[in-house]
């Protein structure tokens, strides 16, 4: 699966959800889950977006970390999670192969 195959308003929700997570959380997250998600959401963006700014291969290493962050509940987690086309593990491997790709492209 491709982020490309992902539809992008229930991909934007989720996406929202997650880094604003006082935002739609009792509609979209169980608040038992909550803590488990900030914990992934902090796993994969431990400072925010601010790496969205650098260049591709800052941007491709902070993707690697963020891979190596994540822990074997986490991605337990994550693959519980449906998105459209799969589940919201496969969609972060996709940006973790993608950040692979843009790290041999700079």
Partial sequence: MALKDLSPRPMVQI???WLDPERERSRLIDPE???IYLEIR???FADGLKFISASYSDEAGE???ARD???PESKAALK???TPGGNLLKAVQAWIGVAASAARLS
């Fill in 42 to 44: 902090d796993q994969l």
């Fill in 63 to 65: 993707v690697k970390l």
């Fill in 69 to 71: 962050r994540l822990t």
């Fill in 80 to 82: 519980a999670l449906p």
């Fill in 33 to 35: 889950d909550a803590a």
């Fill in 15 to 17: 996406t929202a959800a």
